[in-house]
Antibody, heavy 118, light 112 residues
Framework: QIQLVQSGPELKKPGESVKISCKAS????????MHWVKQAPGKGLKWMGW????????TYADDFKGRFVFSLEASASTANLQISNLKNEDTATYFC???????????WGQGVMVTVSS | DVVLTQTPVSLSVTLGDQASISCRSS???????????LEWYLQKPGQSPQLLIY???NRFSGVPDRFIGSGSGTDFTLKISRVEPEDLGVYYC?????????FGSGTKLEIK
């Protein structure tokens, strides 16, 4: 069955970096784009951008340009999100989500809670 | 950026009754190919969001026919008939017509 399994929770200090992963299984990884969505505690969903899993080209929403990097380990069917120079406002749950060809998110990871605190 | 305004912010419904959620867009969501990339997601407590409706009115696999999406252009509605306990959570509309993609602010459905 199709699954997106994300890495575990992270506790980081301001200024540090974090890399979270999203491992896909049950389908051909390069056939579907992978998107990233942020959810701050008690808040709504915010689209961060996506990565073309065939070409590796990332696209970032404006609020996520600079410190955020989407990458792939295609041989491992894994998409990664790296955040550098962490700030308190990066505290959130980060979801990966597969986008189907008709542009909807049909499968989601379980989410990774990243806590930034001194 | 396209702003999706959801109303109400919260909704308290008696089991078995109908619930209705509105999603209004700041721009038309009809793409140049004639398709409208408007979706509805439900995030149950402690869970990841799950797809309910895509393309305004198409139910995703396994979604009960109690969930009905409708609308066009800038005005969209999700109706849930005969609300059941498992329907509680936060409902989000989402548009994939315009870049950047955007979510509505969410509507919390509570059971009376």
């Amino acid at each position: 069955q199709i699954q997106l399994v994300q890495s575990g929770p992270e506790l980081k200090k301001p200024g540090e970096s974090v890399k979270i992963s999203c491992k896909a299984s049950g389908y051909t990884f390069t056939d579907y784009a992978m998107h990233w969505v942020k959810q701050a505690p008690g808040k709504g969903l915010k689209w961060m951008g996506w990565i073309n899993t065939y070409t590796g080209k990332p696209t970032y929403a404006d609020d996520f340009k600079g410190r955020f990097v989407f990458s792939l380990e295609a041989s491992a069917s894994t998409a990664n999100l790296q955040i550098s120079n962490l700030k308190n406002e990066d505290t959130a749950t980060y979801f990966c989500a597969r986008m189907a060809t008709t542009d909807y998110f049909d499968y989601w990871g379980q989410g990774v809670m990243v806590t930034v605190s001194s | 950026d396209v702003v999706l305004t959801q109303t109400p912010v919260s909704l308290s419904v008696t089991l078995g009754d109908q619930a209705s959620i509105s999603c209004r867009s700041s721009q038309s969501l009809e793409y140049s190919d004639g398709y409208t990339y408007l979706e509805w997601y439900l995030q149950k407590p402690g869970q990841s969001p799950q797809l309910l409706i895509y393309g305004v009115s198409n139910r995703f696999s396994g979604v009960p026919d109690r969930f009905i999406g409708s609308g066009s252009g800038t005005d969209f509605t999700l109706k849930i008939s005969r609300v059941e306990p498992e329907d509680l959570g936060v409902y989000y509309c989402f548009q994939a017509t315009h870049d950047p993609l955007t979510f509505g602010s969410g509507t919390k459905l509570e059971i009376k």
